[in-house]
């Protein structure tokens, strides 16, 4: 008898913690709030480490700052080098996109083996 018994007592405690997992669950969900008004928009920041230029550097940047996004866009990008090649085309883009947050940030310090990533720290 206890042994036809077994196979449910051992799945007895599961099938209550899943059950109470749910119901939990369901609870918690339930009392969240609705979406975000539907005129808010959260903003976006997009950090973007450069190192040399591309024939096609400005064009990529530029469209960053063309995406269809409502909320506020910000751009950060960050250089190691003042004497880097690409920092002409980011203040070239910085004026051709006023409306957007646009940053340069020039660290020549080196935080770790990947020196793009580096920048960005």
Same mark, same amino acid.
Request: hydrophobic share 50%; charged share 10%.
């Given at each position: #008898?206890?042994?036809?018994?077994?196979?449910?007592?051992?799945?007895?405690?599961?099938?209550?913690?899943?059950?109470?997992?749910? %119901?939990?669950?369901?609870?918690?969900?339930?009392?969240?709030?609705?979406?975000?008004?539907?005129?808010? &928009?959260?903003? %976006? !920041?997009?950090?973007?480490?450069?190192?040399? #230029? +591309?024939?096609? !550097?400005?064009?990529?940047?530029?469209?960053?700052?063309?995406?269809? &996004?409502?909320?506020?866009?910000?751009?950060?990008?960050?250089?190691?080098?003042? +004497? +880097?090649?690409?920092?002409? %085309?980011?203040?070239?883009? #910085?004026?051709?996109?006023?409306?957007? +947050?646009? !940053?340069? $940030?020039?660290?020549?310090?080196?935080?770790?083996?990947?020196?793009? $990533?580096?920048?960005?720290?």
């Amino acid at each position: #008898m206890l042994f036809t018994l077994l196979p449910f007592i051992v799945i007895l405690p599961a099938l209550a913690y899943s059950l109470i997992s749910l %119901v939990c669950a369901a609870k918690y969900f339930k009392s969240l709030t609705g979406p975000v008004g539907a005129g808010a &928009h959260p903003g %976006v !920041s997009i950090l973007k480490p450069v190192k040399g #230029m +591309d024939a096609g !550097s400005y064009d990529n940047f530029a469209s960053f700052c063309r995406q269809n &996004h409502a909320g506020a866009l910000q751009l950060i990008f960050a250089a190691a080098s003042p +004497d +880097d090649q690409v920092i002409p %085309v980011i203040r070239q883009l #910085m004026a051709d996109f006023p409306e957007h +947050d646009i !940053s340069l $940030v020039i660290n020549p310090a080196i935080h770790g083996p990947n020196y793009k $990533v580096s920048n960005l720290i």
